[in-house]
């Protein structure tokens, strides 16, 4: 074995361990779902990001920035504003229901059990999808770095995350999320500076890449746009993003592998501490990630399939150790994603889906885990039997909860009008006005223009129904109540003290927002600028270009999220205490 296969073998096994000996705590089913309500913010940061960060960003998306369009690393990602809007107008609200699970939350909220089946269809679709594409990827990397075939990886990647999910629930998944997610971190930065040393360093790295002959147009903020490319103007790429932005901004704050880590949470504050750590947190990961992937091409700009362009640069760039850890991050940011899939979807079919009718605890966790097994082994069977596509799968997949799930889990909070028959067909008509026309679109049948996305489509639907339903049919006593109760902070959160320490998270969104834009413009509008200058002519610099714009935006978009963070403690947390 080389040490690329020791390195990634030694990872595996210490995740194994740890997701077992974990296990041995389990005593109950709350322990099992939520993990006691107990977690503190750097589990919950841990979790969030490492669910969030799957092989879908590693490879997809980095394979992405390397073919088409570097100059993503110029804009914030914009869908991170849902990681702060979503924890206090949702998750905060979420873990106040004390349910364990977000589709029970909905049944609680409505006083329906209709409702809550809908919600689960919807989650074992669509967390179910997201499963298979990550299992596909981590067995990718497996087959291409070890003797296995690409099968036998799959059956690898499977057993290593089944086997510490199955037995530890939620309490596992926290603990080894938090290990993977400090693994990759940490190599990121790591593939980062190598990559950028074997060039010259980034400033030598820049001149290059926006000289780069095969890909003109690669650093600019709307990359290789143009005709006979993917998006035909510029204009057609930025309506695109901020659709896309938008659509993913519900994800993060609404949807099942994303909030429902704010049930674990061990109180209000550390729901809004985490997410702001966490949207920090993924915006420089996916920065590192994507200025690494593009560098790449100084190397090799033919690199196919272009999402093994990371794992290229490990096995010909860097050298053997840090190689080796790179490709073990790889690997840990697909396991943390599967197995928070994997628990995911084994809770919802044992709570949501097929509900037993015994009260006991110990019958009730057995029986989590007797469906935890069954999904995990449908699991293998899908990826066994249909092609590997992680960057498409994905996007299938995560996007359903934007549409199924955007309108009705914030207007579940604050719409006194929303009924569950409206939540029920809101719920319908966005998972099928998302899928039905992406799937039409992939199969070639319909060709949507880019200002129709099916989020968008889903979402309005989704809207609309709500809307209209809402107004033909009766709130009853049963969901007002509730829904009031919910608005009503309890006791034990009224803690002014931690509320004016999670201050300091607000300024320190505000603080990151500011210095990223001061970085983007120093480290690379103006170098870009610089290389496009004309020898023989004065140089000045542009501040209204568009990528000048695009760093600007890292304020624009923090700034805010900072200040609405400040005024919701403020309001509902320190002055309810003075």
Known sequence: MNIYTITILISIIAYVAVGNYVGRKVKGLEDYFVVGRQAPSMLIVGTLVASFLSTNTFMGDA??????NAGRILLPTLFLIGYIYGAIYFGRFLRRSRAITVAEYFAQRFDSRRVQLMAGITIIVGIGFYLIAVTQGVALILSILTPLSYTQ???V?????????LYSGSRGVVITDTMMFLLFTVVSFLAMISIFETHGGWLAAMEGLVHLEQKPNLMAWHGMSGPGQRWETPADYLIWTIIISVGWSFVTAISPWQSS????AKNEQVVLRSAAVAAISIAVIQTVVFAAAATVNLSNTAIEPKEQVLVWAALNILSPLVGALVLAGLVAAGLSSASTFLSLVGFNLSNDIFQLKSTEDKAKLKFSRQMMLLVSVIALVVCLSIEQNIFWITYFAGTLFASAWGPVALMSVWSDRITASATFWGILSGFLGNTVPKLLSTMGLIELPVYLDPILVGGVISLVVVL??????????NERRYRLSLLEVPAEELNAAEAKKTLWYAYALAAFGLAMT?????????PYQKALHVEGTGFSFDWLSGEAWAAYFWAITFVPLALLMHRCLRRDYISKTS
């Open 261 to 264: 880590r704010y049930l674990m």
């Open 468 to 477: 209209v339903v809402s107004s033909n049919t009766n709130v009853t006593e």
């Open 157 to 165: 990647a499977w057993i290593s995350y089944t086997s510490f999910t």
């Open 153 to 155: 990886a799959i059956f």
């Open 63 to 68: 394979g992405f920035n390397y073919d088409f």
């Open 518 to 526: 001061v970085i983007m413009l120093i480290f690379y509008v103006a």
